[in-house]
């Protein structure tokens, strides 16, 4: 069965401090991958998403970067955090195409 | 761009009583998607809907997408504490877009 895990689950980072968050999928191939950040008590906000390794989109201009170096890795980065970029980092991988996502637990991220 | 819209924000609801969770998108789609988030959880993905007009149901959720395929309802029957939680809808035309949810706590 496929398995999406992220770390840290929670990280609390200083203003100008760099960010590197991990997705990893166990149990599938080629998987479309996808960042969202949740604003406490908010709906979700599409980051990135990439279809393949290399592939990165981005959906709102921001202090945000994604990678994907491993078909099964995914990774969220910023070179300076904001306090603005405090939130819940979500990872999803989509079965098929249009198909239903499957979220990781997240991690809880507080810039102070 | 493609835009879906979710009304109530908030749902407060006694126990055993019903309720809808309404959704909107401003463009025709392709499938429908629903997740519940549980406090201080993840979204988990419920049901997709397909088709014009489909109804599903899961023990007391009942599903539907609209004729339309622009609109789409959650209806929970004898709410339980176990219902708490967010529900979104995810509208998929070439992408998917979140609504930004309904919030639904219970009184016992």
């Known amino acids: 069965s496929q398995t999406i895990h992220q770390w840290p689950a929670t990280l609390v980072q200083p203003v100008g401090s760099p960010l590197s968050l991990e997705c990893t999928v166990e149990?599938?191939?080629?998987?479309?991958l996808y960042w969202y950040r949740q604003a406490a008590g908010r709906g979700l906000q599409l980051l990135f998403y990439?279809?393949?390794?290399?592939?990165i989109s981005s959906e709102v201009p921001q202090n945000l970067s994604a990678s994907r170096p491993q078909d099964r890795q995914f990774i969220l980065s910023s070179k300076k955090l904001l306090l603005s970029d405090s939130g819940f980092y979500l990872c999803?991988?989509?079965?098929?195409?249009?198909?239903?996502?499957?979220f990781g637990p997240g991690t809880r991220l507080t810039v102070t | 761009g493609q835009q879906v819209m979710q009304i109530p924000q908030y749902q407060h609801v006694q126990e055993g009583e019903d309720f809808t969770t309404y959704c909107n998108s401003s463009?025709?789609?392709?499938?429908i998607q629903w997740y519940k988030q549980r406090p201080g959880g993840h979204p988990v993905f419920l049901i997709q809907?397909?088709?014009?007009?489909e109804v599903k149901k899961q023990k007391r959720l009942t599903f539907q997408f609209g004729e339309a395929k622009k609109n789409s309802s959650l209806h929970i029957t004898a709410t339980q504490t176990t219902d708490v939680g967010t529900y979104f809808c995810?509208?998929?035309?070439?992408?998917?877009?979140f609504g930004a949810g309904t919030t639904v706590t219970v009184r016992a």
């Open positions: 463009t025709t789609l392709s499938n």
């Open positions: 149990g599938t191939s080629n998987p479309n």
């Open positions: 999803a991988w989509e079965r098929g195409l249009a198909g239903e996502q499957y």
């Open positions: 995810a509208g998929n035309d070439y992408k998917l877009s």
């Open positions: 809907l397909v088709k014009s007009g």
């Open positions: 990439s279809v393949g390794i290399g592939q």
